[in-house]
C-alpha cells in the first residue's frame, strides 16, 4: 500500500522570484546610468554647441543683420542731443552775461543813490571853503572825503568861461550882451558862455546826478537852431 510521501511532514512556502516585487508583477526594469561628471553628454553638448538644431537662431545673428540701421540710429540721436547741448550751454552763456550786467548796473545805480544822498555834504564844504572856515584837521577830512567819492566814480563839473550846454547846465540868470530885442540873433561861430558857477554840478560815469547851476551870459540863441536833448 502507498502513501503520500508528504504525510508527517510541515507545508513548505512558496517560493519567491529574485528581482520581484509581487506574484503580478514582470521583470526588474535595468538600473539607470547615472551621467558621468567628467564625461559630459555627447547629445548634450551638440545641442548647445548647434543651437540652430533646435530651431532657434545663434545668439549674434540679429545684432549682426541690423548693425549698420542701428549705427545710423544712434548717429542721428547723438548729432540731436550735440545740437541740444550746444542750445543749452548758448542759452546759459547768454543768461550769465545777462546777470553780469545787470549786476553792474545795480551796483551802479546804488552808488548813484549813495552819492546823490552826499551831494549837500560836498555843498556845505564848498561853501565852508568859500568862507575860509575850512582850515586844519577839518581842511583834511574834506580832502579825504572828496578823495574817497572820487574813487567811487564820482566826478564834478561846471567852470566859468565854458560854453553853456543846456544838457549839463542849469541858467538861474542871462546877461545878455550886443542888441536886444525880438529880432537880435546871436552872430555865427558866437555862443553864450558861462560866467559864473552858483553851483557844481556831478555825474558818475555817464549818469548826470544833478546839473551846474550857471549864470549865463551872451547874445540870445536863434530858436530855429536850438536842438532839445
Do not use: W
Request: proline residues 12%; charged residues 25%.
Amino acid at each position: 500500500m502507498n502513501r503520500p510521501t508528504d504525510v508527517g511532514r510541515l507545508p513548505r512556502p512558496p517560493l519567491a522570484l529574485v528581482g520581484r516585487t509581487g506574484p503580478e508583477r514582470g521583470p526588474a526594469p535595468p538600473p539607470r546610468a547615472e551621467p558621468d561628471p567628467v564625461r559630459p553628454d555627447r547629445h548634450a553638448t551638440r545641442t548647445a554647441t548647434h543651437p540652430a538644431r533646435r530651431g532657434t537662431a545663434p545668439p549674434g545673428s540679429a545684432q549682426r543683420g541690423t548693425g549698420a540701421p542701428d549705427s545710423e540710429r544712434l548717429a542721428a540721436v547723438l548729432r540731436e542731443r550735440t545740437a541740444d547741448l550746444q542750445r543749452l550751454k548758448a542759452e546759459f552763456d547768454n543768461y550769465r552775461r545777462r546777470v553780469h550786467r545787470d549786476r553792474l548796473a545795480v551796483g551802479q545805480i546804488a552808488v548813484a543813490n549813495v552819492l546823490a544822498r552826499l551831494l549837500p555834504v560836498l555843498d556845505a564844504i564848498a561853501e565852508a571853503a568859500g568862507q575860509g572856515e575850512v582850515t586844519d584837521g577839518f581842511r583834511r577830512v574834506a580832502d579825504l572825503l572828496e578823495t574817497e567819492l572820487a574813487s567811487l566814480g564820482l566826478t564834478s563839473f561846471g567852470t566859468a568861461g565854458e560854453p553853456f550846454d543846456p544838457t549839463v547846465h542849469e541858467a538861474v540868470a542871462y546877461t545878455p550882451t550886443g542888441p536886444t530885442g525880438p529880432t537880435a540873433r546871436s552872430a555865427p561861430g558866437e555862443c553864450a558862455v558861462c560866467t559864473e558857477v552858483v553851483r557844481q554840478g556831478f555825474r558818475v560815469g555817464d549818469r548826470l546826478l544833478r546839473p551846474a547851476q550857471v549864470a549865463v551870459a551872451g547874445a540870445p540863441p536863434d530858436p530855429h537852431n536850438i536842438q532839445l536833448p
